[in-house]
């Protein structure tokens, strides 16, 4: 039987000399605080080890660790939350739940714990009455830029534009602006705009009402998909003409819609700018187009080829290289500002307005 001992906002479970697992209040460096959890095993090999996490990522593993206990598979099945990494078996007749997650030092070292199913869920509901007790169960719905969604570090992340504390209230706003994306798992804290949020790949993202959520793993390729095709600098397209083979240097134009009538995107076509016999040639050709100046779709080709993943890659090294332009120009912006205004007040150790017109002693 386990042994449960309450000391000011921690919560000590012993279920056995080999799984002890903590519960405790957590308070960040801006004020938010979250209920802790950290399990103490003793691994098959003999060692210890210390595993780190939230009550909401074991709030994940313990539903997954429920719809395996349910479905009466027998060999092992893996799942996982964030970046933790889940691996569920039966051993001897028990649910066995194993946890794995790169050490948040850097180490690059793995972390990992060892609990059975019915101890996890114990947690989770003892988790639970200590999260009510200490006023930190209210849930917020996030709605997050829908283009923003990358993945960082093994996590996928998403731009806090607007938080509710209803979820009616964020679907309200969410059918008034376009652009966002509501996304399905409630968070313990208010997230502000532009924060950043981890998302969960087996969760979802949904972008309207009348719209079908999408997980956040197949949200994050649509966007991928889209940050690929077109930047600020440069559009990929697939060349879509008979009669004239894409060179580099030529001018070239293009057209088409964005998304297919279903929502799937989907490529540019483009072909000169004059003379054009559209058509798909027997060899697919991708091109990355150097943007011209103005509204319209025009610009020269930068690069041609048959691999669409290489126009991607040259225009990510292209937009790259915008950015660093971008933040170098910023920089001596501020560096130029900074030498005029010290210039100003250091030149010649006067007050300026000595030097005004008319000025006598």
């Not at 957590?26 to 691994?43: A, C, F, R």
């Not at 969960?200 to 940050?227: G, I, N, P, Q, Y």
């Amino acid at each position: 039987m386990a042994q449960v001992q309450l000391l000011s906002k921690r919560l000590t479970v012993e279920f056995n000399p080999s799984s002890r697992v903590e519960l405790f209040d957590v308070t960040t460096k801006d004020q938010h605080s979250y209920l802790g959890v950290k399990l103490d095993s003793v691994l098959p090999n003999g060692s210890q080890q210390e595993f780190r996490t939230d009550l909401a990522k074991l709030e994940e593993a313990a539903r997954q660790a429920k719809e395996y206990v349910e479905s009466q598979e027998q060999g092992q099945r893996f799942g996982g939350v964030g970046d933790v990494l889940i691996r569920m078996s039966r051993e001897f007749g028990e649910v066995v739940i194993d946890l794995a997650q790169k050490a948040r030092d850097g180490s690059g070292e793995w972390q990992t714990a060892r609990i059975q199913g019915d101890h996890l869920a114990s947690t989770l509901h003892q988790g639970k009455e200590l999260e009510r007790e200490l006023g930190l169960d209210k849930r917020w719905f996030v709605l997050v830029d829908s283009l923003s969604v990358e993945k960082k570090d093994g996590r996928i992340v998403g731009t806090v534009i607007k938080s509710f504390d209803d979820e009616e209230k964020a679907y309200e706003h969410l059918g008034k602006s376009s652009g966002l994306a509501l996304y399905s798992v409630p968070q313990a804290r208010e997230g502000r705009r532009g924060e950043s949020v981890e998302l969960w790949d087996h969760a979802s993202l949904r972008e309207s009402r009348k719209h079908e959520s999408r997980s956040v793993d197949k949200h994050l390729e649509r966007v991928e998909f889209h940050r690929g095709r077109m930047s600020e600098n440069y559009v990929v397209a697939r060349w879509n003409d008979v009669a004239t083979e894409p060179e580099v240097g030529m001018r070239a134009q293009w057209e088409g819609a964005s998304h297919t009538y279903d929502g799937e995107p989907q490529d540019f076509k483009a072909g000169p700018t004059a003379g054009r016999d559209r058509g798909r040639q027997d060899d697919e050709m991708y091109v990355l187009i150097e943007r011209g100046e103005g509204r319209w779709s025009r610009g020269r080709i930068a690069a041609v080829s048959p691999f669409r993943e290489e126009m991607v890659a040259q225009h990510a090294a292209q937009r790259e290289l915008s950015q660093e332009r971008q933040q170098q120009n910023r920089h001596d912006q501020e560096v130029q500002k900074a030498i005029t205004r010290d210039w100003e007040q250091q030149s010649f150790k006067m007050d300026r307005s000595q030097h005004s017109q008319g000025y006598t002693p």
